[in-house]
């Protein structure tokens, strides 16, 4: 009899993850980029250069520099920082991290205690609401509309929790190509928010790691870059969604002090050095160029995208075009439920976030559903969204027209 190693395990873990099996035809899921966009050999040409220039320094841990990151990277991003979000930082109000969920991670290890109460958009990144349930705190959802945070709702809820005496930790927002709703926040609303913030004391963690991936509109400066020096923004951002995710790099940008104690829970002992190597090579003469090609392909499947939906699906259904991104969310008349359909749709070789996964409150989420177009081409977009409808069309009342 084998020894049951998951018996010496602690009793309040996570549900154990389930095999990896490889996606289905039409997998909508996920924040996947586009795999032909990749710019694979300029990435290997600069990772070349600079494993053959810098190579010794592997011997020690980040590469024998600051643990804040490989500096030339570090570079590289305030120059980028300062001309995309309008957002001047200095190197040492920079820290390298492992994708921007240990972002997340680390603002989350430091800020939060089981019980509190953090504020956040009303349909938001899934990753984040798994976390702050494992975390033990209770979010609160901020009404959204097609510009993203509703600042009066945020002004009433602030207001109600003070009259409780409740202090929210922090507001988390990606006001910029929200995930999953693709609306950006305008400049005025930023300016707003930070003037509710310093008057309620809430601090605010800014998640930009799409903001890079604007096309429907300007890109306005970042939260944090508004800020004149309150310190009250931790800012976030990443490579995932601009090179791909696979990269695990991203970045976080506070004040000195506020990075210095984050650096202190960043307990991995550096984020990969060749992908910072590589990345610091290859990004400043070419960041610029492949984004820009990035962002046209990427509109090129989101436009055929919403075209499928509008086509297949008809006025039965709110499609709003994304300011940018990967995605696009749908929402559904009342009475749909997307979450019981996920095993109908998964039979058809569909596979999609269901909205309820992807919001504070699951009634609110119900009738959403999100589809990223980020890696697929675009027969496979066409032939999923007509594959999507038909399984809508067989289980719902949804008066959804024959396919062609
Ligand atoms: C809003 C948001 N933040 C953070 C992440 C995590 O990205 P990564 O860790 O790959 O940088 C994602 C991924 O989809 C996201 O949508």
């Not at 010794?56 to 570090?74: C, E, F, I, V, W």
């Not at 005496?165 to 995930?179: G, M």
């Not at 004149?228 to 090179?243: E, H, L, M, P, R």
């Not at 009738?367 to 177009?373: I, P």
Request: charge should be negative; glycine fraction near 10%.
């Amino acid at each position: 009899m084998g020894f049951d190693m998951t018996t010496a395990f602690r009793s309040d873990l996570p549900a154990p993850s389930g095999a990896w099996a490889a996606p289905p035809r039409f997998s909508f899921v996920g924040g996947h980029n586009d795999g032909d966009s990749i710019p694979f050999t300029g990435l290997a040409e600069a990772a070349v250069t600079a494993i053959r220039r810098d190579g010794r320094r592997l011997a020690t841990y980040n590469l024998g520099g600051s643990p804040l990151g490989h500096q030339p990277l570090r570079d590289f991003i305030a120059g980028s920082l300062s001309t995309r979000a309008g957002l001047n930082c200095d190197l040492d109000e920079i820290l390298v991290v492992s994708g921007s969920l240990q972002a997340l991670d680390l603002v989350n290890a430091a800020m939060l205690t089981p019980g509190d109460v953090v504020l956040i958009e009303e349909a938001t990144y899934g990753g984040m609401l798994s976390r702050l349930e494992a975390a033990g705190v209770e979010p609160i959802g901020i009404a959204l509309d097609d510009h993203g945070l509703r600042i009066d709702h945020l002004d009433s809820v602030l207001d109600d929790l003070a009259a409780r005496s409740i202090k929210p930790r922090y507001l988390y927002t990606i006001p910029t190509v929200q995930n999953p709703t693709g609306t950006v926040l305008p400049r005025e609303r930023r300016q707003q928010l930070l003037d509710l913030a310093r008057r309620y004391e809430l601090p605010i963690f800014e998640d930009d790691c799409y903001a890079d991936l604007t096309w429907g509109c300007d890109r306005p400066p970042s939260i944090r870059s508004l800020d004149d020096a309150s310190g009250q923004v931790i800012y976030c951002g990443s490579f995932s969604k601009t090179i791909g995710p696979a990269l695990r790099v991203g970045y976080l940008v506070a004040d000195p002090p506020v990075i210095r104690q984050l650096l202190a829970l960043k307990t991995d002992a550096g984020t990969g050095a060749i992908e910072q190597l590589a990345l610091a090579e290859y990004a400043p003469s070419h960041f610029d160029a492949h984004v820009d090609a990035l962002m046209a392909a990427l509109q090129a499947k989101c436009d055929a995208m919403i075209d499928a939906l509008r086509t297949e699906f008809g006025s039965s259904v709110d499609v709003r075009a994304p300011e940018g991104g990967i995605y696009v969310w749908v929402t559904f008349p009342e009475g749909i439920d997307t979450t019981s359909l996920v095993p109908a749709a998964a039979a058809a070789g569909v596979e999609y976030n269901p909205g309820a996964a992807w919001s504070v409150d699951d009634d609110y989420g119900a009738r959403r559903l999100r589809l990223c177009f980020g890696h697929l081409d675009l027969d496979t977009i066409r032939a999923g969204v007509a594959a999507l409808a038909e399984v809508f069309r067989a289980e719902t009342d949804l008066p959804i027209g024959t396919s062609q």
